[in-house]
């Protein structure tokens, strides 16, 4: 039972992290591994798994998310949305591959969604970019890479 609680709540931190929401799920994920108790491999995928749900729903929100543009309570200026809408046109859905990144990663799959990125070749870029970055936390907390 202290499997499945761990490993549940490991795709709950990752899928929250991946949203819009501020959380952290990599410590949680180095903590688990570095305990030696659970599957590195099942953790990596778990926690890709999480995070790439949550990166859909922003996906999803910003496929939606035009339509409240005019509305006092909306967060994004006209001016804002312009900018993100360029810079996601200067380097494509490419971009996608950044999406791991603090700070830019989840506004960038909110903008994929606003832009009608298709959810295929969202998947592919955002499982990717996501996975790596999971493997390369699991080889720090492994010892085998260092954080410089």
Do not use: C
């Amino acid at each position: 039972m202290a499997d499945l609680t761990a490993y549940t709540g490991l795709f709950l931190a990752a899928l929250l992290a991946a949203t819009l929401f501020p959380a952290q799920s990599e410590v949680g994920l180095a903590t688990l591994i570095m305990s030696g108790d659970y599957s590195i491999s099942l953790l990596i995928i778990i926690a890709t798994l999480g995070n790439v749900l949550g990166s859909v729903v922003n996906w999803l929100m910003g496929r939606g998310v035009e339509r409240f543009a005019n509305r006092k309570w909306f967060p994004i200026s006209p001016a804002q949305m312009a900018k993100a809408k360029r810079r996601y046109h200067r380097y494509g859905r490419w971009s996608l591959l950044m999406s791991w990144a603090p700070l830019i990663g989840d506004p960038l799959t909110l903008v994929a969604g606003v832009l009608r990125e298709p959810l295929g070749s969202f998947l592919v870029l955002v499982t990717l970019a996501k996975g790596v970055r999971y493997a390369v936390v699991a080889l720090i907390a492994l010892g085998v890479m260092e954080w410089t």
